[in-house]
């Protein structure tokens, strides 16, 4: 029986995807759940898995096409026998033969001999097209199976490896470009439909809001001895460790819940205030920036911020982020100091009205109480849309994150 086989519904928020890795060709079997092709949106990979056992009958949309939500990608012929890629022989020269009874296993993983790593489809794709080799992976997935993430994971752990601590964060994403002598070689490659989107939005933002930015400085002292005094404790007791981007969330929400237009968003003509906080942490990761939405943060303690945090951003390097987890935010801070960034001005997130900028903390010379005392000092940058949000609005708010930091007791105080 011949079925269609369907881009998956995307929400409102993705208009379409792009096809970007058909795992399986027409003619070639596959097994139920087997992952088949992936689709690349503006926000996530999405995965689409074979409806039951047997052949590509067709691919109607090739690797690069536009494809919309559920609209149709290929032709799938269940029940039927298709090609096997060719068995792995023994040294006696001899094919060594899969039980029939193994219907879960597919087909590329079905000239596996005893012992040797078992590998999804993805998975040995990534790997040959790496140059991995699969036995030094240790799988994750279900009986050992060694997945796709697996091997991405290995990948990059050997680019930290060899590029060293002074190598660029986003070195993982950069094309090699072999440079002999005397040459100047180039190497063109697509923008993936994620950085093509976020090109597109920080254009949109930039032409369609009028962004201003104010600035302040915050003393990280009070924090920063806060953390040296419970961080053992807290790490005892909630398992995991203590940041500074809890503070600033925590903060932050009771700024928003001061200054209402901070939190709101513009649709079309009507001003959209939110009566509560789900703010958004900028990712940084190899394929682009993502943000994830750490939801209803008034009601979440330092320890469930940071939790979600650390899950958050383990997801954005391993490309988990599902669609729903992205979605929505009436606010947004994006902590560019991880990379050493000591000021910058934050482009909007759309359709948000302000975002929050954090920077390296610096030791400067600061004059207190009449003398001269090196502080550990931050730049804050908080960029807002002028159409919803005057500036005597913007500078109160930096100013109430600003005396919150300095003094952590005015977060629980509420004061």
Known sequence: MSTEIKAPVFPESVAEGTIATWHKQPGEAC???????????????LEVVAPADGVIEEVVKGEGD???SGEVIGKFKEGAAGESKP??????GAEKKEAASQPTESSSDSGAKSGEAILSPAARKLAEENGVDPESIKGTGKDGRV???DVQNHVDAGKSSSAGSAAPASAGAMPEVNVQQGERPEKRVPMTRLRASIAKRLVNAQQTAAMLTTFNEVNMGPVMELRKQYKDSFEKRHGIKLGFMSFFAKAATEALKRFPAVNASIDGNDMVYHGYQDIGVAVSTDRGLVVPV????DGLGLADIE???????GKAKEGKLGIEEMTGGTFTITNGGIFGSLISTPILNP???????????QERPMAVNGQVVVQPMMYLALSYDHRMIDGKEAVQFLVAIKEMLEDPARILLDV
Not at 294 to 297: C, E, G, S
Not at 307 to 313: A, F, M, P
């Open 31 to 45: 097994s139920r759940d087997e992952l088949i092709v992936d689709i690349e949106t503006d926000k996530v990979v």
């Open 66 to 68: 536009t494809v919309e």
């Open 87 to 92: 068995a792995a022989k023994d040294d006696g």
């Open 147 to 149: 997945t796709k993430e």
């Open 294 to 297: 750490v939801r209803d943060v």
């Open 307 to 313: 939790k979600k945090i650390v899950e958050y951003g």
């Open 351 to 361: 359709p948000q009205t302000a975002i929050l900028g954090m920077h390296k903390i």
